[in-house]
């Protein structure tokens, strides 16, 4: 069963500090693994995309690392601010169809303190 | 910023009610779709269309039905609405990956939190 599990579940941090969320999928064939930031009461918002052959991409103090082979995932923040605080959400798109099906896990919730 | 559009934000009804969730997107693109997410779970997708006068269901079971008459609108309606149909309804949209140069992103709109009282 295709399956996108998501830990932890919540975290909380202080301002400044790096935090590190962990994203461990089976889906399969493998297409790419997306990180999504949705803020509460609004949609996802896109942070970065990896396809197989890619292991890592930043975007600002954002940065993913995929395994393909272990099937993991993790995207580490730097220097967090208040507005990092959101629910981040691990999607996985499989090439096994025309739609690109895609895996959503349900998401850490981070929370910054001042 | 995506230019996808969802109105109303949030919308409080009676059971019982005909209710439609408007989505627009100015991009142009091929490819919508509708996905429902209740608090703290993942999305569920619901509807899809490849384009025009194309609609499909999705993996979550919904009483909802889904149109697609223009490329830039995908409005969502539930004849009859009940409690059980509480939740945020998200629409999203993509370019055809087919084309070349194309991207794999899907965009958000900022959602509708529906409530059936």
């Known amino acids: 069963k295709n399956q996108v599990e998501q830990s932890p579940q919540s975290l909380i941090i202080l301002e400044g500090k790096n935090c590190t969320l962990q994203c461990n999928y089976t889906v399969s064939p493998f297409s790419n693994l997306r990180w999504y930031k949705q803020d509460t009461g609004r949609g996802p918002v896109s942070l970065t995309i990896?396809?197989?052959?890619?292991n890592t991409k930043s975007n600002g103090r954002y940065t993913a690392t995929l395994d393909a082979d272990t099937k993991q995932s993790s995207l580490h923040i730097t220097a967090s601010q208040l507005s990092d605080s959101a629910s981040y959400i691990c999607?996985?798109?499989?090439?096994?169809?025309?739609?690109?099906?895609?895996?959503f896990g349900r998401g850490t919730q981070l929370t910054v303190w001042p | 910023e995506a230019d996808i559009y969802q109105t109303p934000r949030y919308l409080v009804i009676g059971t019982g009610k005909k209710i439609t969730l408007e989505c627009s997107q100015t991009m142009g693109h091929d490819k919508m779709y509708w996905y429902q997410q209740d608090p703290g779970m993942e999305l569920h997708l619901i509807h899809y269309?490849?384009?025009?006068?194309?609609?499909e269901k999705g993996d979550l079971s919904s009483e909802s039905t889904v149109s697609r008459i223009r490329t830039e609108h995908f409005p969502l309606t539930l004849e009859s609405a009940r409690p059980s149909h509480t939740s945020q309804y998200l629409c999203a949209s993509s370019e055809n990956v087919r084309k070349a140069g194309s991207s794999y992103e899907q965009y958000f709109g900022p959602g509708t939190r529906l409530t059936v009282t």
């Open positions: 999607v996985v798109s499989d090439r096994g169809s025309t739609l690109g099906r895609l895996y």
């Open positions: 990896m396809t197989f052959s890619e």
């Open positions: 269309s490849y384009g025009v006068n194309s609609t």
